[in-house]
Structure formats: C-alpha cells, structure tokens
C-alpha cells in the first residue's frame, strides 16, 4: 500500500510497516551505464518534465495530462513503456452483471518508476505512505493527482483507509494500491497483506491485478529497485544512468469477489501477479 518500504530515511516502523529483506546489495546494473554527456541530457530532460507538470497545478488531475506528464517523465529518463492491456476496462460480461463500481488495481511494487509506468498506461488516484506528500517536487505532484496518503504510525489509519476505500469504489472511483505495503528487487518476491482487499469485498468491486517488471535490453533487472536504505536521489542517479531499461506492465484479468473473501482475493491476486501462491499460514493482517 506504500510508495517504497520503511527503510529510506531510516523513519522509524509504522505499525502497519512491513519489513522487505531487500537491500542495496539485491541491486545490480544489468547493462553497461549511460556516459556522463547522457546522464545530465536525462537529468535536465526529466527535470523540464517536472517543472511542466507542477506548471499545470490543479489541472494535473485531469487524466489525459497526467498520462501525458507520466510518459513524458519516462521518456526524459529514457525509460520504454511495454504494456499488455488496459487497468480499468471491465466489461459488463467480466463484472458477472454486477452494478458497476470503481476497480481495486493491485500491483507488486518495485520502485517510484512503478507510479509513474502505471500513470503512462492508465491515470489511476493510488494509496501512498504519508511520507511520499513531503518528497521534493514528485510531493506535491502526487498530491495534485489525487493520492491518497496512509499514515501508517497510526493504529486506526488503516481500517478507515479500507473504508475510504470501500466508499471510492461504491462510488465508481477506482484507485491502485500496492498490498506488498513495501519494495522488493523482482516481481516475484514479497506477499500480499489482505487488508485492502476488503474493501473490494465490502464494495463488491472487481479487483485488477497488475505485474510490473523492469528489464535492461530484454533481461530481468534489478537496477530500477528502490529498497535498502538508500535514498530518493540515490535511486534516481542510478535510474539516470541505467542502459536499455524497460518499464513491462501486465495486465491481467479481472478478479471479482464472488462470496471470496479478503483472504481469498489477496491469495488469487497475488498468484496471478507474482507467479506464485500464498504461503500458508497467513500471518499479515
């Protein structure tokens, strides 16, 4: 549900933290870095991009420019897109004839790339940590698309997250969260914490699972991940001179409730996202 773990910044453990157990050693270049000339090209490009968007104030929620700015960011950083499919679309046959609701996007979560490979395909509101509206520059941006912020110090932040949540999507707002509740370096590790898919549930709202992958010409890459104890400007030096890097979004086909609950849901999305099942037992909240 986050926008990175709990480690940057080495900000003390929410209640509702999880702890990944990847660390800057996880992280790798997978192809021959950008010369210097072509990292200040991409710096000063990705920069330009931030100044347009901040530009366009109040304006930046509307979701045909922020698909625009989020592109236009990849592209300063020389980042390809590689998609498969739409985020939202559920047709009437694929919500079972249901009322239409929003959708509960759920993604695994790898890095700040992945907001912004996720806004080029489709703008979608997300859940972030609190910590994500006091980043420099990218702050006041997220709060401008419509984020919604979890203070994960507090106890009771979650359960009226999930109900913030819940009422979104009844009322057809549809919103991403990352249910890893924290980065890892690959699309296949962490597990799913069931607590926002009840909101699906209570809304009986169809659920979107999402596989994001970073590639470096073709190959599997570690070089996008933001997780350790590094730094926002630490992981975008290394993204600025990362060669051949490949932002890969899949999306799969729609879960829907269907009497499951939170715990099903959260055990079939994460099968479908990461390739794998739940473990047993489930001891995340």
Request: aromatic share 4%.
């Amino acid at each position: 549900m986050s926008a990175h773990s709990a480690a940057p910044g080495a900000a003390r453990p929410g209640v509702w933290d999880t702890l990944s157990t990847c660390t800057s050693g996880c992280i790798a270049h997978g192809a021959p870095r950008v010369p210097l000339a072509g990292i200040a090209r991409r710096a000063a490009s990705f920069a330009h991009v931030l100044l347009r968007a901040a530009a366009d104030r109040d304006r930046l929620a509307e979701p045909g420019r922020l698909r625009r700015h989020a592109r236009a960011a990849l592209g300063a950083l020389e980042v390809a897109l590689a998609h498969e499919g739409p985020l939202l679309t559920v047709g009437p046959e694929e919500a079972g004839g249901a009322a239409r609701t929003g959708t509960l996007v759920v993604a695994n979560h790898i890095s700040w790339l992945d907001i912004l490979a996720l806004l080029a395909v489709e703008p979608v509101p997300m859940l972030a940590k609190r910590e994500v509206a006091g980043w420099p520059v990218m702050g006041p941006l997220a709060r401008r698309a419509g984020t919604r912020f979890l203070d994960r110090g507090s106890p009771r932040a979650l359960p009226l997250a999930v109900a913030d949540l819940a009422a979104a999507l009844r009322g057809g707002r549809s919103v991403v969260v990352y249910p890893q509740a924290t980065t890892w370096c690959s699309a296949t590790d962490g597990d799913f914490r069931r607590a926002t898919f009840q909101a699906a549930v209570d809304a009986g709202a169809p659920v979107r699972p999402v596989t994001v992958q970073y590639l470096q010409h073709g190959t599997p890459s570690t070089v996008a991940s933001f997780v350790g104890e590094e730094d926002l400007a630490s992981s975008l030096r290394r993204v600025l001179a990362a060669g051949g890097l490949t932002a890969r979004v899949t999306v799969h086909a729609p879960l829907l409730p269907d009497g499951r609950d939170r715990r099903e849901l959260a055990a079939a999305a994460q099968s479908v996202v990461l390739g794998r099942r739940y473990p047993e037992p489930v001891r995340h909240v």
